[in-house]
């Protein structure tokens, strides 16, 4: 069995910045990819970026150049950097990890889900 604990979340003012962590635990075999996606209310849960075992990513357009995803594939541990955030940036973000192999990219989903973190920028 597969847990991922995500933390970070919170609310931040309209400019500033919060980093969000996510480790994977349990029976874990092979990670292919950890990342992260944000559903905000009313609307579809969409890709923010996604990271590979070996450093590739990708990003949404909507946050190329103000967020920033790495990885610590030894802890089984992903990060999302977020500067210069936007109300729009409002969502429940979660953390998504990949083990079956990656047969496009960026992967259309992940194999294990964290519970999601809330992320709220005010104006």
């Known amino acids: 069995q597969v847990q991922l604990a995500e933390s970070g979340g919170g609310l931040v003012q309209a400019g500033g910045s919060l980093r969000l962590s996510c480790a994977a635990s349990g029976t874990i075999f092979s990670i292919r990819a950890m990342g992260w996606y944000r559903q905000a209310p009313g609307k579809q849960r969409e890709l923010v970026a996604v990271?590979?075992?070996?450093?590739?990513?990708s990003y949404a357009n909507s946050v190329k150049g103000r967020f920033t995803i790495s990885i610590d594939s030894a802890k089984n541990t992903v990060y999302l950097q977020m500067n210069t955030l936007k109300p729009e940036d409002t969502a429940v973000y979660y953390c998504?990890?990949?083990?079956?192999?990656?047969?496009?990219?960026?992967?259309?989903?992940?194999?294990?889900w964290g519970k999601g973190t809330l992320v709220t920028v005010s104006s």
């Open positions: 998504g990890i990949r083990t079956s192999p990656l047969q496009r990219w960026p992967p259309t989903g992940m194999d294990y």
């Open positions: 990271i590979t075992n070996t450093g590739g990513t």
